[in-house]
């Protein structure tokens, strides 16, 4: 079992960064599990925002391409959300997800694994 859980999320302005970190305690398999942050704004369904598999290029929605980067440090079993130009669209609760293998960020539901989630707000 995997327990992940987020942190980092404030109220900023917009055009401000923002950095999210999400842990995974499940150290011993850690490095094989595909890592995603999926988001939920009000009154809205869950939406993707980044994957990273174990191996292989990262994949973004179209919404937050240029802006937002996913990252891992090994090291400390922690999962990273980069978000820079944040607007008031990118107000959302943030949730980190892992799975043996990637889902894709279209299927939320797909994802095995999840965060209790981050609030982030943009004004």
């Known amino acids: 079992h995997v327990q992940l859980v987020e942190s980092g999320g404030e109220s900023v302005q917009a055009g401000d960064s923002l950095r999210l970190s999400c842990t995974v305690a499940q150290t011993t398999t850690y490095g094989r599990y595909c890592l995603a942050w999926f988001r939920q704004p009000p009154g809205q369904e869950r939406e993707g925002v980044a994957e990273l598999p174990t191996f292989g290029a990262a994949a973004y929605a179209e919404s937050v391409k240029g802006r937002f980067t996913i990252s891992k440090d090994n090291a400390k079993n922690t999962l990273y959300l980069q978000m820079n130009r944040l607007n008031p669209e990118d107000t959302a609760m943030y949730y980190c997800?892992?799975?043996?293998?990637?889902?894709?960020?279209?299927?939320?539901?797909?994802?095995?694994?999840w965060g209790q989630g981050t609030q982030v707000t943009v004004s």
């Open positions: 997800a892992a799975d043996r293998f990637c889902r894709g960020l279209g299927w939320p539901l797909a994802w095995g694994h």
